[in-house]
Structures are given as C-alpha cells and as structure tokens.
C-alpha cells in the first residue's frame, strides 16, 4: 500500500524503519513487533553468539549480494569454534543438513553466527546454527538462514575420539 512519497518514490508502510530494542534474553537488536513483520523478523536468534563478522566486497557478486557459499563458510567456522571447546580439541565437519537461504546478506552487512549444541554422541556433536544479518543502514537484525552441523572430534593422528563428558 503506497504511503507518502521521499524523493520521489512511494514509501510502502511495510518498508518503514524500526528502531533497535536490547532484549533481556540476550544483548543484541532486534526489530520492534509490528502486525506486518513476518514471522523471520519477529523471532530472536536461537543459541549463542559464536562468530561475527563484516561483508565485504570481495565476498559479494556483482548485484551485491553475498555469496551463499560464504555464509555457509561462516556457519562452518562457528561451529567449530563451538564444538572444539566442547570436545577439548581439534574436530572436522562430517555432514551439513539442509540448508535454505531466507533473505540476501548485502555488502556492508555485519552476519551474527549463533550456534546450539543439540546432541552429543560418542564421537560427534550436532550443532544447530543460524546466520543472522545485522543490516548496515537500518541496524535490523534478520534470519538469512539456518541448519545443522555434525562435527566429529579427533585425535592427535586424525581419528574419531570418544567427546569427554561436560
């Protein structure tokens, strides 16, 4: 529904910007409820923040949108920082479930990696991790995708190691 016009261009009510809110779950903006917000923009980051880190150029194609690959590279760093506190040393990832990208990341964009231990085998952790986009000009803090990870620990030859109990 076209709102008031800004230079020119139709301003949807949708497209308005939210301010930032700091949440007592955690330390982090998110977007003020609105009865138009999707369910994307109204849920909070499930986890713990694990890795941060800025888009830049170099990681974008030239539309300016951050290759999926590099974000799932993200993911794939936060998790094994995750799960190599929890296994006390070196582990590698064994699998990636399924993964569907939301939302773009765009240059300029800080992407908040969250991640959740979801179980702990004899030799593997499965993480759940979602990837979060702080946006540069708005400060909105957006869902761009979310899966699973199982990491496997190894030890000092490279082979699978039983995860020490917590």
């Not at 964009?109 to 946006?135: C, H, M």
């Not at 909105?140 to 990870?149: D, I, M, N, W």
């Amino acid at each position: 529904m076209p709102g008031r016009s800004v230079s020119g261009h139709q301003v949807c009510r949708d497209c308005r910007q939210y301010q930032t809110r700091l949440t007592s779950r955690a330390a982090y903006p998110t977007m003020e409820p609105d009865n138009n917000m999707t369910d994307t923009a109204k849920s909070v980051p499930a986890g713990e923040l694990t890795l941060r880190t800025l888009a830049m150029p170099a990681d974008a194609n030239p539309a300016g949108d951050i290759f999926g690959g590099w974000v799932m590279a993200q993911m794939d760093l936060a998790s094994g920082i995750r799960a190599a506190e929890r296994a006390h040393g070196r582990v590698v990832t064994a699998a990636v479930k399924e993964m569907a990208f939301e939302l773009p990341v765009k240059i300029g964009d800080t992407l908040n990696i969250y991640t959740q231990i979801a179980k702990v085998g004899r030799t593997s952790i499965t993480l759940t991790v979602e990837a979060w986009a702080q946006r540069a000009r708005h400060r909105a803090l957006e869902k761009v995708t979310a899966g699973t990870f199982i990491m496997v620990a190894l030890d000092e030859d490279g082979k699978p190691k039983p995860v020490p109990g917590e």
